[in-house]
Every structure is written in structure tokens, then in C-alpha cells.
């Protein structure tokens, strides 16, 4: 348990992928069976016990504690679990007794309701202030270290020199303490085989195309469709030796997600993989994203959540028909398969995404800008665009050159003003990269500043250098890591801001939430004062559009464990 | 005589009226007692200065041959008389040269502790426990919440970390009196051999502290190349780390040395990465340890978190009283470009 907590603790603090990954990869090196596994299993979500819940959690340290000393300190961290942790009362020096992870799982799983108390408290009373943290983060159901099933897989991969995409096709075949994948990565054994039916093929994805790629491309070469805005994901399905079906489906990057969308699974009939996007479909009309968002992560799927929000797969490709694996036939043969297994299987919830007949590029040029003139009609407020892809193109993981190009439609674009700036981390610990920045709001008798997004990309090295002098100049008040810059009419940082769509949003004070935005450019020759105003904004919402709840499931968090193409 | 005659709680730091000295106060006064070099306790401008010859020759080094009217040095285990009140210097093993101050007349003795830990520390005379019947506790770390590991472990975790991350600088933060000395001599004790790379705001103190303690091969950053200080281990004062001086080190692992370092907020909000819980403050078992072991029968809790270290007295059927003093903390937790572009 010592070593998973001093690893928890580290990759708590670590803010770049690349440390966690170095982190995680010695620690699956260097620790031995069975304990790695469990936790590797703890980080892919692999485990299954009863959490314990906050209120034991506070019993358990009352029984312990002067509530008035509790009170003080809990109110100065701010955290129960890491309260608890820091001042359980220890053990006298050299009587710490710690358990090892795998007997605290094993333990967990068996463990009536009624027992948990008690056992929860000796293992406390073994472990030191980092391992009760660790223990605590553990059994109520958080680790939230930042670190997703996948890059734990990426680390576990680079033990034998492996790609992680190598790990996802045994993955699901596997069970902690994954005793057989550590010794084939170590070369001590066979790599394990899957007799699931219904296992995850690693995606293939697409380049952003720039304009100069065109000349150098043939329109012939090529199939287009619409690139949808909703989730990518990949449907599995068949028989397995006993004559069960099985049917599963997974986000982009391999996460299981079937709990989430029993409505779409029922229509899992065939037998195969297909490769399409996750939308939500009403009244035979594709919603926008923001729509889509309300549905997803949600921890529990209510009848009522189903019944507002309809999941619908929109499939373009097919990876293994039956039986046949059919990632290595050109684009072309598997469209005609695709075309044949979808009208086959007959599934309302369940249809092609259709292709964009064009000529030449001006031709697919006008249909990216105006979707709904070009045949997809009222579907395309959930268009974000084209795709390219060549036609004697295989079904390659990951992501090849030149095979499928993404050509999404121009971003929308606002002037903004830089309102407030906070240091970044790792490399950017000492400039001031991350940025609010307001709009111009008008009532009665007041104009004033209103913020209305954040952004810490989009501009070069030497951009940031500019900027985090100008707010280091600029500065009038600090708060913590966080700077407030000047921001008057007159005198000011005006940003050109990029972004990708607009919601309502309860949780931010301009009531809107930008999806995915950037500083696309830097206006040091415009004055605050010609900066948009929020009306701006506000004609962009969808009409239909509904708010998001405040209650975390903000456009910045929605794609958490789904991932865009 | 009773206690709150002998000392008195005033804005400008404890006056003794018998004696007519404050200790350690907080703005100019004829007669300084001062425990210790922390520039929250020991500030320029007074008539007279008594204190260890440390902390004497530290306010030297940091303000100048000016800084006092006079100066009178002290020995740990020596004492004093003021107008008939005794004044005592006992180590507090809080940095080097830092003294717990015992102040008697009529048989009363109270011990003003200024800033004390009851741990181990290379790089000061350890902790002497006092007996008295009022001692006056300091609670930065007041709080059940804070205990400090022992701080070879928090050595052991940089090293690994130097280990795991060989091309990446690890850049410490630490206090540059007594905190940063006392990493130096932690790390030659855990075995390090490599040279130890300074910010120059470091440079006066620790030339100090090295002609007293073997503090191993010691160069300053100014002058070393980008390869040099590729996976080397550099202290800089806590103010540099946000600095633009941190600019120069190739994707720098940043670390900090502090008691509050123990609260994950707290090392977060700073963009620590690596956060060494290592303090010369004691952390609640040793203030509580230490109150209890020396007889008083009264407590009198100055800075930091009182409000918890008088409830643990109450509980204990001690008497006890927040001073409410204002003017002491952290030095160096400044304003986060204080340390501008120094070197």
C-alpha cells in the first residue's frame, strides 16, 4: 500500500502526461505481482467493491477526535478525507503495520456492510498520513489523480517496449491482478490471447487538412462525409462459445461505456465492429452537441434521461463483418459491406452516415459551408464539418498521414479582453498562460466587462512571452497564483478568441460557455473598448438551446472519458 | 508578581516594564532582546541588541554594520540581569543561533520560545527544554492536522525524483536562512556528493553557515551553463520559484521545503510539484509535547493558529490565552516577484 500511496501522491502533483507516465512505469517496474495489477486494475476502473461513504468516514474520526479540533482543521483543509489522513491519531513509531493493496481489495469485495467500519480503522491505524490518504481515496470511489484507463495502459506498455494499442486488443480478455500481461511485457510469457467476442479495435483517426494539402490531392482519390459532432465510438458485438450475445460499446479510446447507453445496446443485433458517431436523435433530427452533452456522464441513467435523450449510432465504417476482420480491404470494399450489414440489421437506432457526392474541391467547399443545402437538411446544426478519406485506404490504428484529413468549418470569432491571468505548470510555471477574458455587457447605466471564457492555447512561444510581460506590467490586484490585469476602455489586452460553438451555462456569469475556445491572435492595435459586446454572443446560441446544470457538467468537463476524433 | 506584569503583550512585540527591553519587536525600540535572525523577529533600527552571536552576526550579514545602536552577545546556558529581571538564552533549535529567551524576577519565570522545533537538526544546537510556569509557545504548525514526517524521507523522495527525472533541474524553494542550509546538509547526509547550485539570494547566509557545517561543493546558478543545471538540484529562495528566473533551467521539477507543504491546497496553489514537508517550526505533537514537558502552568499562544492550541490546553485543564501578535509569520512568504531579476 506504501508504494501505490507514494505513487498516488506523486501523480497528484504531477501536472505534465509525460512525468505520469514516467512515474507510472516505474512503479509497474519496480513492484511486484500481485500488487501492480491491483493497481493498475484501481486506475482502469478494473475494481469492484462498496464504497464507504463520507458519513463513516466522519464517524470514524469523531470516535477519535475533539470535535472542536476536528472542526478547526477540517475547515483549514478543506478536504475530509485529507483531514482525516493528516490527523488520525498514529501508531507509536516502528508499529505501523501496512497492508498491502491486494489484501485491501480482496478484503473490500468480501466485506459485509457491518465489518467495514472496524476494518477501515485498522488498516488506518497501519499506515502513515500519505497511506490513509491513499486508503481513503481509494475506498470511497476518487482516486481523480488525473490519470485516465488509458494513459495507465500507455505506461503499462511501456514496460515491454509495447504500443498501447497492443494492450487494448488482449485488454479485454484480462483480469487483475493481469498476472499474464506483465510477464508477456516482461518476456517471460505468451502474450495472452482473447476469447471475448466482443473486444475493442483501436481507432483510426484523421489530419486537420490545411489549405495548401488540396493541390496535392485528387478529388477522385477520395470518398467525403459529414464529420458529425457528437462522440466517436466503436459498436461490438457477437456470440460467445456458450451462444450469448454479447454486445458492448466503447468511446474512442477504448473505455467501455455499454452502462451508459442500454437504450443503444438493445439494438446491438449483428455480429461485427462497427465504427461510427454516438448522437442523439429526435424526431428523426440530429441534435446539436449541446444536447448530446446532457446525456453524457451521467453517473446514473434514469428512464427519464433515456426517454429525453435518445441515443443513436450514425456507423461509417466496418471493421470485422461476422467473423472477418476487414481492417485491411480499402475504404471502398468496406462502404459497399457497411452499406449491406446496416440495411440488413434494419435497427431504427442504428444508421449510415451518408456520403457527400462532390466533383471537385470548390464543390465540396460549398457543401462544408452550407451542409444543410448539400443534403444533410435540418441534421446539420450536429455538422462540424467533412471528411476526406482516400478510397484504397486500409483501416490503419491510430493515426496514419495522409489517409483521412478532417476539414472542419470555419471557427466563430470574437474580440475579447484579457481580464485576469494565472501561471501555468511545467514548462510554463513561471508565465502567466492561462486566460479570462470578458466581453463588453451594457444595462441601464453601466458597461462593464463581463468574462465570458478561458484559454492557454493558441499562440506561440513567443506570443506567451509578450503577454506574460504585458500582465506582469499590467497588473492591479493578486489573488493567490492569479493576476488581475488592467482592463479599461483605453488600455488593455484585446484577443482575438476562436471557438468552436456557444451554450447557455449556469455556472459562469455571463450565462454562456464557449466550447473549445483559443486566442487566435493577439490585437495589441485594437483599444478594449472596440472589443465585441455580449450580443455578440448571444445571436449565436442555438434557439432551442437549453442550460447546462451547474452541477459539473460544464462543456469543459462533458468530454471527459469520450473523446472527439 | 504576577505574570502579564513581567511581560506584557504590545504592538510593537513583548515589553518587559521592569526591564524596559521588548523581545523581538516588531518596529524600533531602545532595548532589543531578539531570539533568533528571521526578519519577522529580528529587524533593524533598535538602541541596543541582545542576542546570540549568531544571530548577531546574521542581522549583520542582512542589514549591515549599522542595523543596531550597540549590540550585546549572549551565550546559549548564559544569562543577564535588566534592572533586576533575569534574561536567559537557551537553545530553540529552530535555526542556527535561535534561543528561547526565559525572562525571571521573584522567582516568576517565563520562557518566550520564539520559534522552536524539538527535532533533530544538522545545522543547529537542539532544543533544551526550559521548565517554567509560564511558557509562551509559538503555533505556526498549530493544528492536529500538521506532522511532520522525518525529513530524511522527504530527502529520500527528491533523490528519487532526481533518479526518475535525470535531465530535468530540481529546483527547491526553501527559506534562505536556516530552512535552505539545513536541505544542504540533509542531502549531504543522505549521500548526495553532486555540487549544490545556489539563486544569489541564498549566496551571504549559507557562505555563513559552510564555514561552521560541512555543506559539500556548493556553486552558484549565476554563471552555470543550461547542461550544467540539467538535472541538478538548485535551492532558491520561495519568492524565485514563479519567477522569470526559473527561465533558464530545462523543464524544471519544482519543489518546495515547508511544513506547509503537508496541506495539498496549499502546495498546489503554489504549482509545487514536488512538496518536501520539512519545517523548523515543531508541528502539533511537538508543540504539545513540548507545552506539557515544561511544567507551565500557563500558556500564552502567539502566532499561528492559537485558536486549536488553547482548546488543546483547555482540554488538558491548562490555562491558556491567544496573545493575538501581529507582525510575525513566514519571512520570505512575500509577494511572488520580490525577488525581481536578482541573480
Same mark, same amino acid.
Given at each position: 500500500m506504501n508504494r501505490f500511496a507514494a505513487l498516488l501522491d506523486r501523480l497528484a502533483y504531477e501536472p505534465s502526461r509525460n512525468g505520469k507516465l514516467r512515474l507510472l512505469t516505474d512503479y509497474f517496474r519496480n513492484t511486484a505481482d500481485p500488487e501492480r495489477g491491483v493497481a493498475l486494475a484501481a486506475m482502469t476502473g478494473a475494481l469492484s467493491f462498496r464504497?464507504?461513504?463520507?458519513?463513516?468516514?466522519?464517524?470514524?474520526?469523531?470516535?477519535?477526535?475533539?470535535?472542536?479540533?476536528?472542526?478547526?482543521?477540517?475547515?483549514?483543509?478543506?478536504?475530509?478525507?485529507?483531514?482525516?489522513?493528516?490527523?488520525?491519531?498514529?501508531?507509536?513509531?516502528?508499529?505501523?503495520?501496512?497492508?498491502?493493496?491486494?489484501?485491501?481489495?480482496?478484503?473490500?469485495?468480501?466485506?459485509?456492510?457491518?465489518?467495514?467500519?472496524?476494518?477501515?480503522?485498522?488498516?488506518?491505524?497501519?499506515?502513515?498520513?500519505?497511506?490513509?490518504?491513499?486508503?481513503?481515496?481509494?475506498?470511497?470511489?476518487?482516486?481523480?489523480i488525473g490519470v485516465s484507463a488509458r494513459l495507465a495502459k500507455t505506461a503499462v506498455a511501456a514496460l515491454g517496449g509495447r504500443k498501447p494499442d497492443e494492450i487494448e486488443?488482449?485488454?479485454?480478455?484480462?483480469?487483475?491482478?493481469?498476472?499474464?500481461?506483465?510477464?508477456?511485457?516482461?518476456?517471460?510469457?505468451?502474450?495472452?490471447?482473447?476469447? =471475448?467476442?466482443?473486444?475493442?479495435?483501436?481507432?483510426?483517426?484523421?489530419?486537420?487538412?490545411?489549405? =495548401?494539402?488540396?493541390?496535392?490531392?485528387?478529388?477522385?482519390?477520395?470518398?467525403?462525409?459529414?464529420?458529425?459532432?457528437?462522440?466517436?465510438?466503436q459498436a461490438v458485438a457477437g456470440d460467445n462459445a456458450a451462444g450469448e450475445h454479447v454486445s458492448r460499446l466503447f468511446s474512442r479510446t477504448g473505455e467501455d461505456i455499454s452502462g451508459s447507453f442500454p437504450d443503444l445496446i438493445e439494438s446491438f443485433t449483428f455480429a461485427g465492429a462497427l465504427d461510427g458517431e454516438l448522437l442523439i436523435v429526435r424526431d428523426q433530427r440530429v441534435q446539436s452537441f449541446n444536447v448530446l452533452q446532457q446525456r453524457l456522464n451521467r453517473k446514473t441513467v434514469t428512464p427519464k434521461l433515456l426517454a429525453e435523450f435518445p441515443a443513436h449510432l450514425r456507423?461509417?465504417?466496418?471493421?470485422?463483418?461476422?467473423?472477418?476482420?476487414?481492417?485491411?480491404?480499402?475504404? =471502398?470494399?468496406r462502404r459497399s459491406r457497411l452499406e449491406l450489414v446496416v440495411q440488413r440489421l434494419s435497427q431504427p437506432r442504428i444508421d449510415l452516415s451518408p456520403l457527400i457526392p462532390f466533383a471537385d474541391w470548390e464543390a465540396l467547399a460549398r457543401a462544408r459551408a452550407d451542409p444543410a443545402g448539400a443534403g444533410a437538411g435540418p441534421d446539420a446544426e450536429a455538422i462540424e464539418g467533412v471528411m476526406l478519406k482516400r478510397r484504397d485506404a486500409p483501416y490503419?490504428?491510430?493515426?496514419?498521414?495522409?489517409?483521412?484529413?478532417?476539414?472542419?468549418?470555419?471557427?466563430?470569432?470574437?474580440?475579447?479582453?484579457?481580464?485576469?491571468?494565472?501561471?501555468?505548470?511545467?514548462?510554463?510555471?513561471?508565465?502567466?498562460?492561462?486566460?479570462?477574458?470578458?466581453?463588453?455587457?451594457?444595462?441601464?447605466d453601466t458597461t462593464e466587462l463581463v468574462p465570458v471564457g478561458k484559454a492557454y492555447f493558441g499562440f506561440t512561444d513567443a506570443e506567451l512571452v509578450e503577454i506574460d510581460r504585458f500582465v506582469r506590467r499590467k497588473t492591479l490586484n493578486r489573488f493567490g497564483p492569479v493576476r488581475e490585469v488592467v482592463h479599461d476602455p483605453e488600455d488593455g489586452l484585446v484577443f482575438e478568441v476562436a471557438f468552436e460553438g456557444l451554450q447557455r451555462s449556469t455556472r459562469h456569469k455571463s450565462g454562456l460557455a464557449m466550447r473549445f475556445p483559443r486566442i487566435s491572435r493577439l490585437r495589441w492595435d485594437k483599444p478594449p473598448k472596440d472589443a465585441d459586446q455580449i450580443e455578440t454572443l448571444e445571436k449565436l446560441l442555438p434557439v432551442d438551446d437549453v442550460p447546462i446544470s451547474a452541477s459539473g457538467e460544464g462543456a469543459t468537463h462533458a468530454r471527459k472519458g469520450y473523446d472527439k476524433h | 508578581m504576577r505574570p502579564q506584569d513581567l511581560l506584557i503583550p504590545t504592538p510593537a512585540g513583548l515589553f518587559c516594564p521592569q526591564g524596559g527591553f521588548h523581545i523581538d519587536p516588531t518596529r524600533p525600540v531602545d532595548?532589543?532582546?531578539?531570539?533568533?535572525?528571521?526578519?519577522?523577529?529580528?529587524?533593524?533600527?533598535?538602541?541596543?541588541?541582545?542576542?546570540?552571536?549568531?544571530?548577531?552576526?546574521?542581522?549583520?550579514l542582512r542589514y549591515g554594520d549599522g542595523f543596531a545602536g550597540s549590540t550585546q552577545a549572549i551565550a546559549y546556558g548564559e544569562a543577564v540581569e535588566i534592572n533586576g529581571v533575569g534574561v536567559g538564552f537557551h537553545p530553540a533549535g529552530h535555526v542556527l543561533g535561535s534561543a528561547q529567551i526565559a525572562v525571571e524576577a521573584e522567582g516568576l519565570r517565563i520562557v518566550a520560545s520564539g520559534?522552536?522545533?524539538?527535532?533533530?537538526?544538522?545545522?543547529?544546537?537542539?532544543?533544551?527544554?526550559?521548565?517554567?510556569?509560564?511558557?509562551?509557545?509559538?503555533?505556526?504548525?498549530?493544528?492536529?492536522?500538521?506532522?511532520?514526517?522525518?525529513?530524511?524521507?522527504?530527502?529520500?523522495?527528491?533523490?528519487?525524483?532526481?533518479?526518475?527525472?535525470?535531465?530535468?533541474?530540481?529546483?527547491?524553494?526553501?527559506?534562505?536562512?536556516?530552512?535552505?542550509?539545513?536541505?544542504?546538509?540533509?542531502?549531504?547526509?543522505?549521500?548526495?556528493?553532486?555540487?549544490?547550485?545556489?539563486?544569489?539570494a541564498l549566496e551571504t547566509l549559507t557562505r555563513y553557515y559552510a564555514a561552521r557545517f560541512d555543506l559539500g561543493e556548493l556553486k552558484l546558478v549565476r554563471g552555470a551553463t543550461k547542461d550544467e543545471l540539467a538535472g541538478a538540484i538548485v535551492l532558491a529562495p520561495p519568492s524565485a520559484l514563479k519567477d522569470v528566473w526559473t527561465r533558464r533551467f530545462s523543464d524544471p521539477v519544482t519543489a518546495?521545503?515547508?511544513?506547509?507543504?503537508?496541506?495539498?491546497?496549499?502546495?498546489?496553489?503554489?504549482?509545487?510539484?514536488?512538496?518536501?514537508?520539512?519545517?523548523?517550526?515543531?508541528?502539533?505533537?511537538?508543540?504539545?509535547?513540548?507545552?506539557?514537558?515544561?511544567?507551565?502552568?500557563?500558556?500564552?499562544?502567539?502566532?499561528?493558529?492559537?485558536?486549536?492550541?488553547?482548546?488543546?490546553?483547555?482540554?488538558?485543564?491548562?490555562?491558556?490565552?491567544?496573545?493575538?501578535?501581529?507582525?510575525?509569520?513566514?519571512?520570505?512568504?512575500?509577494?511572488?516577484?520580490a525577488a525581481g531579476t536578482a541573480p
Open positions: 464504497y464507504a461513504k463520507p458519513n463513516l468516514i466522519r464517524t470514524l474520526i469523531a470516535e477519535r477526535t475533539d470535535p472542536v479540533l476536528f472542526a478547526l482543521s477540517y475547515d483549514y483543509v478543506g478536504d475530509l478525507s485529507e483531514t482525516v489522513a493528516l490527523m488520525w491519531p498514529s501508531a507509536a513509531a516502528g508499529s505501523l503495520d501496512s497492508p498491502a493493496l491486494s489484501d485491501v481489495v480482496s478484503t473490500l469485495a468480501a466485506l459485509g456492510k457491518a465489518d467495514l467500519p472496524g476494518q477501515l480503522a485498522r488498516w488506518l491505524d497501519g499506515l502513515d498520513e500519505i497511506g490513509r490518504w491513499a486508503l481513503l481515496k481509494l475506498v470511497t470511489g476518487g482516486l481523480r486488443l488482449v485488454w479485454p480478455g484480462l483480469k487483475p491482478p493481469y498476472l499474464e500481461l506483465f510477464a508477456w511485457l516482461e518476456q517471460r510469457g505468451e502474450k495472452p490471447t482473447s476469447s =471475448d467476442v466482443a473486444t475493442f479495435r483501436p481507432a483510426m483517426l484523421s489530419h486537420a487538412i490545411v489549405p =495548401d494539402d488540396f493541390a496535392s490531392l485528387n478529388p477522385a482519390d477520395f470518398a467525403a462525409e459529414w464529420k458529425w459532432d457528437g462522440i466517436r465510438v456507423v461509417y465504417d466496418l471493421l470485422v463483418d461476422g467473423t472477418e476482420d476487414l481492417r485491411e480491404l480499402p475504404f =471502398d470494399a490503419v490504428p491510430g493515426r496514419p498521414r495522409g489517409l483521412w484529413w478532417k476539414w472542419k468549418r470555419d471557427p466563430f470569432v470574437i474580440d475579447a479582453v484579457l481580464m485576469y491571468a494565472q501561471r501555468g505548470h511545467g514548462k510554463r510555471s513561471s508565465f502567466y498562460s492561462d486566460y479570462t477574458f470578458g466581453v463588453w455587457a451594457t444595462d441601464a | 532595548k532589543a532582546v531578539i531570539t533568533h535572525g528571521h526578519s519577522d523577529h529580528a529587524r533593524p533600527g533598535h538602541g541596543t541588541v541582545l542576542a546570540t552571536p549568531e544571530t548577531i552576526d546574521i542581522m549583520r520559534d522552536y522545533k524539538n527535532v533533530s537538526d544538522p545545522t543547529c544546537v537542539p532544543f533544551e527544554l526550559v521548565r517554567c510556569d509560564v511558557f509562551i509557545t509559538e503555533a505556526t504548525f498549530g493544528l492536529p492536522v500538521f506532522r511532520h514526517p522525518a525529513p530524511a524521507a522527504e530527502i529520500a523522495k527528491c533523490l528519487q525524483s532526481v533518479t526518475l527525472f535525470p535531465e530535468r533541474t530540481h529546483l527547491i524553494g526553501a527559506y534562505s536562512l536556516g530552512k535552505a542550509q539545513r536541505v544542504m546538509a540533509l542531502l549531504r547526509e543522505a549521500g548526495y556528493r553532486r555540487p549544490i547550485y545556489l539563486h544569489g518546495f521545503a515547508s511544513g506547509w507543504m503537508r496541506i495539498r491546497a496549499r502546495a498546489r496553489q503554489g504549482g509545487v510539484e514536488l512538496p518536501l514537508v520539512i519545517s523548523d517550526h515543531a508541528d502539533w505533537d511537538g508543540l504539545i509535547a513540548t507545552v506539557a514537558a515544561t511544567g507551565a502552568s500557563e500558556i500564552w499562544v502567539t502566532h499561528g493558529a492559537e485558536e486549536a492550541l488553547v482548546r488543546w490546553c483547555e482540554l488538558r485543564g491548562l490555562e491558556a490565552r491567544p496573545l493575538h501578535m501581529v507582525g510575525y509569520g513566514d519571512e520570505n512568504e512575500s509577494d511572488d516577484d
